[in-house]
């Protein structure tokens, strides 16, 4: 066993403690960078799962990836070889094979070779195609799941607009008995019994009006998950999101990992490959030929040598004019395009994250003020409305009012917060990748 002297062991233990101490602060900076992922409720995961697996579109979407995977090693091969049989120089008097020397039976083999790097260059290209449709197949991937998502928290929150509705109707019906016994009594009068008769119809026909979007939103995520029956909404509670989301580290995921910009890009290296592919085509493509000629003996029985012929044929491009400049220059357009597409979409997104951002903002800073402001302020006018009512000094119309107000708040303060949660299923979508905070 070593032992060291007491100031080597001290500057050792030193050494330890900043080691350890500087692991330490990168994993707390590491933790810190990746944060919290954005919680999807088990129900709409569930969902967009299910929307995953069985979506048509999507394996339509699928099934063209693989064709053009399959696709591509054949357009990198060669053209199959043609193979012939001919008979050459036979004289039409007499067909006799052995009366001139040059009469042959032939059979040859051709091959056309394209120019050099050709056959790479296609096969690449549409690699570069299998792989940008691969991108369009997670960018409508992540649509389908904001569109399920979407409909899913605008169904809940027909959920809640309908109990909200139906607490209104028990109340208005409540209101209703208490002014027909007024009005009976002599105390009341006849325009508060027909004032809350009609507030009712309104509320029997809004409700109606809400089962029929609440029936059509349903058959939507029927229609986004490819179900043959009807989807039943179930009653989920949802608290309030989390939305303090950083737009910087949000446009920089964006930019990294959005399958939109990333087949854009891919895209574009495609049309730098046409433009390459197009500036080959002015090179001439060769066939070469290899034959064999069976001569026959002479009549008098003297040997005849059999010929190899070997040859070589090459394009030229006379019409270029026409032909390969027009071609050359349309890769150069869609290069150009390409490169344009790629641009606008870079600076558009960092736009767009921010507004979704700014109207998350302004939906959370309104969903607290009505859920803590005006919800109580409503109900407090509610109450002294109703107290004020029943000793005569507050007309029936307004006492009314203020009850509803009261609930429509309540409801308005869920649309702020189902708002939300659509929001950062768009947010999503935009950035491509699970949501941190």
Partial sequence: MKIFPPAIA??????????????????????????????????????????????????????????????????????????????????????????????????????????????????????????????????????????????????????????????????????LKVAETRYSTGVGLQQDVLAA???????????????????????RIGSLLNRTGSYLQENVELAMPESAFDAEVLTAKALRFSPQLEAQRIARERAGLEIELAEKDYMPNIDVRLGYGQREDTPTGVDRSDFLSVGATFSVPLWQNTKQDNNLAAAKRRLLAAEKGLRGLELALPHKIDGVLAEIESATENRKLFADVLSFQAGQLADSSLAAYSVGKLEFNTMLAARLRLERIELKSERYKFDIYKKLAELKEMVGSPLTY
């Fill in 10 to 175: 001290g500057e050792r233990d030193t050494h330890r403690f900043r080691l350890l101490l500087t692991v330490a602060v990168f994993i707390i900076l590491f933790m810190a960078s990746i944060g919290r992922t954005e919680d999807t409720p088990p129900e709409l995961s569930a969902l967009i799962a299910e929307a995953m697996e069985n979506n048509q579109e999507l394996r339509s979407i699928e099934d063209k990836v693989r064709a053009m995977e399959e696709e591509a090693p054949a357009v990198g091969s060669l053209q199959d070889p043609m193979v012939g049989i001919a008979l050459a120089n036979v004289p039409i008097d007499s067909f006799d094979f052995a009366q001139e020397p040059m009469t042959q039976k032939q059979l040859f083999v051709s091959q056309k070779f394209p120019w050099f790097g050709t056959l790479p260059l296609k096969e690449r290209i549409v690699t570069l195609k299998a792989l940008e449709q691969e991108r369009v197949l997670e960018a409508r991937k992540l649509a389908i799941a904001r569109q399920v998502a979407e409909t899913w928290y605008e169904l809940l929150f027909i959920d809640r607009n309908l109990e909200v509705n139906a607490r209104l109707s028990a109340i208005v019906t409540q209101i």
């Fill in 197 to 219: 008769q009609v507030q009712l119809s309104e509320l029997i026909e809004e409700n109606v009006a809400l089962e029929s979007k609440k029936r059509s939103l349903a058959d």
